[in-house]
Nanobody, 124 residues
């Protein structure tokens, strides 16, 4: 069982930045592909970004490409989501997810473990 705890959410103005963190409770963190998803009120949970366990290859949703970056620090069992040039439409609860040995897919069903989420609100 892997526990994921997100942090770093908050209220920010349009154009601002936030960095989300997700700490994982596993000794084999480097074996997990990590993803970030988000869910806005009344909408389905959607893929944001992923970083693979092997080689750290990254993948982004078109809506955040060029504004968000994802990185991982295996020594700290932590994955980060740096969000720049935030827009009101980025407002959502952001979830961290883990997929053992996965390819970094956008599919929610591929991820075995999920965090509780952290709220990001971007004011206009």
């Amino acid at each position: 069982q892997v526990q994921l705890v997100e942090s770093g959410g908050g209220l920010v103005q349009t154009g601002g930045s936030l960095r989300l963190s997700c700490a994982a409770s596993t000794l084999t963190f480097s074996s997990y592909t990590m993803g970030w998803f988000r869910q806005a009120p009344g909408k389905e949970r959607e893929f944001v970004a992923s970083v693979t366990w092997r080689g750290g290859n990254t993948h982004f949703a078109d809506s955040v490409k060029g504004r968000f970056t994802i990185s991982r620090e295996n020594a700290k069992n932590t994955v980060y989501l740096q969000m720049n040039r935030l827009k009101p439409e980025d407002t959502a609860v952001y979830y961290c997810a883990a997929d053992l040995g996965g390819p970094g897919t956008e599919a929610k069903t591929s991820y075995e473990y999920w965090g509780q989420g952290t709220q990001v609100t971007v004011s206009s």
